[in-house]
């Protein structure tokens, strides 16, 4: 007769139990979002199998090479002077010996005993274990556990187990810093691409700013004589006052545009958005002898989005259309509308058309494709290829699209879907 029972059904009781603790093990560090809740999951999981009660985890540090900060520990007196230090550089005995060898080092093992520091140095680090976490060539960290057991009596099996809980937390580790180093890498990017649509803005920026400043120049002036003319000072006060709050306006524009921060989604109105993007632009567009109009449709639906970086992907948009019209004159038409998607679901929409030179047929399939630039020609400044690129990733990351007609002489229309709430 065959026999169809499972291997894993005649295993030894306990060889069963560690394949379920290190199934759950591994289902539950690959749902942790975080970096300090991972060690410390990793740390609990490495003294429960030690049966050890003191752990402390270090990590390498991502901008200082070579150095381990403590990231998490469990002990029962934290405060205890002969407890490990906070940091432990790559040259301590202890730290290089686990990167030479990368495995765990026991204390009660004979093979290990060269590898540990006497009582009398000051390098001296009291544990019972040292376990390393090792992922493509490189120690990403260590734990340091204590107790006043022998680990060697557990037997291999757990000597096995500390191994592949230590294998996984470091193959865990090193993708959670991958994702950290990813996404700092791009918040850089857009910080960078943000910078420079604000250089562009520069100088329509100054040429903003500078007829205010000539009328109330103009009013100290005049103040001195005409300090008696009741009507002078009421009718001057009142257009200094109006420039004055020009001025702080387009300030804070510039700075809440400017200003880095964690993304943040929030309930706005996409007409007040488009608004303020636009506003930064009207003196770029009036020194070039271009006509900005505005299509908003009234009681737009509201959406959930990070109002920075979505501003970061219009100004970028409105730049390229301005740029494509160059000294030449030109229309930018913004329009906005609602649109029912049917089931209870809504979007907004933001059409972008300009009257510029268009685009070839052979660069559309390519235009949001990092460093992919048509702007080689230029007058202002030769094209990065980076903003269309990070305009395209920041309404993706809104679960948006953005999609792009042109018709090379003509001009361009790009269109934007944003989902709404109802």
């Known amino acids: 007769m065959t026999d169809f029972s499972f291997p894993h059904m005649n295993m030894p009781s306990k060889t069963t139990e560690f394949i379920h603790q290190l199934r759950d093990f591994l289902e539950n560090i690959g749902r ?96 019972s274990l040292a376990i390393p976490f090792v992922n493509r060539g490189r120690l990403l960290g260590f734990a340091i556990l204590r107790s006043d057991s022998n680990i060697s009596a557990f037997g291999q099996e757990n000597t096995d187990l500390l191994r592949i809980i230590a294998q996984s937390g470091a193959i865990s580790l090193d993708c959670l810093l991958s994702y950290n180093d990813l996404h700092s890498s791009q918040e850089l990017t857009r910080r960078t691409d943000r910078l ?95 006509t900005i109009q505005k299509e908003l449709a009234p009681e737009l639906p509201r959406a959930m989005l990070d109002q920075q970086q979505i501003k970061q992907a219009m100004l970028n948009l409105f730049v390229n259309a301005l740029d494509a019209m160059g000294d ?5 038409l913004v329009k906005t509308h609602a649109v029912d998607r049917g089931e209870n679901r809504m979007a907004v929409q933001i059409d972008i058309e300009d009257t510029g030179h268009g685009i070839p047929a052979a660069d559309l399939d390519h235009i949001f494709d990092p460093f992919y630039t048509t702007k080689h020609k230029s007058s202002e400044h030769e094209g990065t290829g980076l903003g269309l690129f990070i305009a395209h990733q920041i309404i993706r990351e809104h679960q948006g699209t953005i999609h792009v007609r042109s018709t090379e002489g003509a001009g361009t229309v790009f269109r934007i879907t944003l989902p709404a709430l109802r």
């Not at 979002?33 to 740390?43: K, Y």
């Not at 090479?65 to 405060?79: F, I, K, R, V």
């Not at 309930?267 to 608004?275: F, G, K, L, P, W």
């Not at 030449?328 to 930018?332: A, D, E, M, S």
């Open 196 to 290: 420079r649509s604000l250089e562009t803005l520069a100088g329509g920026v100054a040429h903003e700013i500078r007829n205010p400043l000539t009328s109330i120049k103009t009013f100290i002036q005049l103040t001195p004589e005409r300090k008696d003319d009741a009507e002078f000072i009421q009718e001057f006060s009142q257009v200094v006052l109006g420039d004055v709050h020009r001025i702080e306006r387009l300030i804070d524009e510039i700075l809440g545009y400017a200003r880095s921060i964690d993304p943040q989604l929030t309930e706005e109105d996409i007409n007040t958005v488009v608004s303020s993007c636009l506003y930064l632009l009207d003196a770029k567009a009036c020194s070039r002898g271009i």
């Open 328 to 332: 030449r004159g030109g229309t930018l």
């Open 32 to 127: 942790i979002p975080t970096l300090p809740l991972l060690a410390e999951r990793i740390l609990a999981e490495l003294l429960t199998h030690a049966h050890s009660l003191q752990g402390w985890l270090y990590l390498l540090d991502q901008e200082q090479a070579g150095l381990y900060h403590l990231t998490t520990e469990q002990s029962d007196n934290p405060d205890n002077p002969s407890a490990p230090p906070r940091t432990l550089p790559l040259s301590h005995p202890l730290v290089r010996e686990l990167a030479r060898h990368r495995e765990i080092l026991d204390r009660f093992s004979p093979h290990d005993a060269d590898a540990h520091i006497g009582v009398d140095s000051p390098d001296f680090i009291d544990c």
